[in-house]
């Protein structure tokens, strides 16, 4: 790889960079970020190239579409691609009345589940409010999955999302509010399920696309690749252990890594050593070489991490490295990867 590239975003007829700013950290997820180094985030990210920005409501209850409108404001809107997210409903209220975990410090806004027409209408009301946008690129319906409401619940919250965002969706990109839609989860039979009820231009996937995990290249992947339904990865370092190794308190979708993800996690890194090749760099660029994906978001919170990041992402990697990883059974056979 050769630094942030363009590509295209599936079959929405607009490019996008294949990487993103992640709005999470500046939503001060489990930690605050003073305003200026949120600031300086956003300003850094831009001048390395940087054009395409994922926010949601859920991220600081507001904070993060704030800021983030805030330090795009005086950016040209033909300039950059920006996603946010329906699922939830924002409502001021008193900070004394508000649980903001895992945010901190959040914004004066209650937030509450709510996959219905209505919902789905305030919702993106008050992103464009916050935001200071007229219209917005990609809306994805967010967190109605196993993870985020258990396996009973899940059930109800689809069918609620497809009787309520998905038509409230299906209108708004008629209408030109928004230009593409589509899920952000983090559990793949959910997508596989989302995209067989309706027509999507682009899935969120959390996680289950990386270096660790190519389930998705079963079904998901190719069903995205005939629809031409554009994939960005989120959580691509599996919540921590393709960014610090296999060390001790390691963390696997962010909680303890289990003992054979760590045995996994080191068999891999013994291979990265032999060529000398950062495990974060190689499970970064692993991420793009799918056909269907257009760009990863990976969270950085400080600018030590930021350029870490575009570090990683431009560092070479010769093809015999992926050619070991696959002869170790470390990588499926068919999985693309970059060369």
């Not at 008193?94 to 305030?122: H, K, L, Q």
């Not at 689809?158 to 559990?187: H, K, P, Q, S, W």
């Not at 093809?319 to 470390?330: I, M, S």
Request: a neutral charge; glycine letters at 12%.
């Amino acid at each position: 790889m050769n630094g942030i590239g363009i590509r295209k975003f599936g079959r929405l007829g607009f490019d996008v960079t294949d990487m993103g700013f992640g709005g999470a950290p500046i939503g001060n997820f489990l930690k605050p970020i003073p305003e200026d180094q949120a600031g300086s985030l956003v300003g850094r990210a831009w001048e390395a190239g940087v054009r395409y920005f994922d926010t949601a409501p859920f991220y600081g209850h507001g904070l993060s579409e704030l800021r983030l409108g805030h330090y795009l404001r005086d950016k040209p809107r033909d300039q950059f691609v920006l996603s946010t997210k329906v699922g939830r409903v924002l409502r001021p209220a008193r900070r004394s009345e508000i649980s903001f975990a895992p945010w901190v410090n959040g914004a004066p806004f209650s937030c509450s589940f709510d996959y219905s027409y209505d919902g789905t209408m305030r919702s993106l009301e008050g992103s464009l409010h916050r935001l200071g946008l007229e219209y917005i690129d990609v809306l994805f319906i967010h967190d109605p999955d196993v993870f985020t409401h258990g396996v009973e619940q899940q059930k109800v919250r689809f069918r609620e999302a497809m009787e309520g965002c998905y038509r409230a969706l299906t209108r708004m990109r008629e209408e030109g509010v928004v230009r593409g839609i589509g899920v952000g989860v983090n559990d793949l039979q959910v997508m596989v399920d989302f995209m067989r009820s309706g027509d999507f231009d682009a899935l969120l996937v959390a996680g289950r696309y990386t270096l660790l995990e190519q389930d998705a290249l079963t079904e998901l992947l190719p069903l995205c690749e005939q629809r031409g339904t554009a994939i960005v990865i989120g959580g691509g370092l599996n919540g921590g252990i393709l960014a610090t190794g296999a060390v001790p308190g390691a963390k696997w979708n962010y909680a303890p890594a289990p003992t054979g993800i760590l045995e996994r996690v080191s068999r891999i890194e013994a291979i990265c050593r032999r060529h000398r090749v950062p495990l974060p760099a190689a499970a970064l660029q692993f991420l793009l070489a799918h056909p269907a994906i257009s760009s990863h978001i990976p969270g950085t919170r400080t600018l030590e991490q930021l350029e870490q990041v575009l570090a990683l992402v431009s560092h070479p990697i010769e093809p015999a490295f992926w050619e070991d990883l696959k002869a170790a059974g470390l990588l499926r056979k068919d999985a693309p990867v970059p060369h």
